[in-house]
């Protein structure tokens, strides 16, 4: 982490010798840009520490934690297929749940479905694509996050 902090600033001071104006500019575009996402992402972390608060780790073991086997990765793929939470939020969210007692190959299961099937979002899919390919597409995401988890299971 320090080393990305070091690099950040470095290329700022070195963006800034070269050219202040747009150094300047995109400082306070990218301020917009983070002052825009930092509402959501506020609600879906405290929307996350409430669920861990409401819902025991007892549960969340069952469903999603390292003995869960393939109920785990079900359960994580629904989750992961249904939400719409962006990928910003999706890794600390991840973290989250590890520190929880998820399994890995669930996390990675949640995770990639997150970002590669929706279930909400295939209306909209359709319109550009038809069902066939929106279906193809979906099932084949939804095939290869299965097995990004039983992976991420077995390697580490």
Do not use: Q
């Amino acid at each position: 982490m320090v080393i990305l902090w070091i690099s950040g600033i470095t290329a700022l001071m070195i963006s800034f010798v070269f050219n202040r104006g747009k150094t300047l500019k995109g400082l306070r575009s990218g301020l917009r840009m983070f002052l825009r996402i930092l509402p959501d992402f506020l609600i879906v972390l405290a929307a996350a520490a409430l669920f861990l608060a409401v819902v025991p780790e007892t549960v969340l073991s069952h469903w999603i934690g390292r003995d869960s086997g393939l109920r785990g990765f079900a359960a994580a793929a629904l989750a992961g297929s249904v939400a719409l939470v962006p990928g910003f939020i999706a890794f600390p969210l991840a973290a989250v749940l590890l520190k929880s007692g998820a399994s890995l190959g669930s996390v990675a299961v949640f995770i990639t479905t997150l970002m590669m099937v929706g279930i909400f979002t295939l209306p909209i899919e359709k319109r550009y694509f038809g069902w066939r390919i929106s279906l193809l597409r979906n099932g084949l995401s939804l095939l290869g996050a299965l097995i990004v988890g039983f992976c991420m299971g077995l390697i580490l």
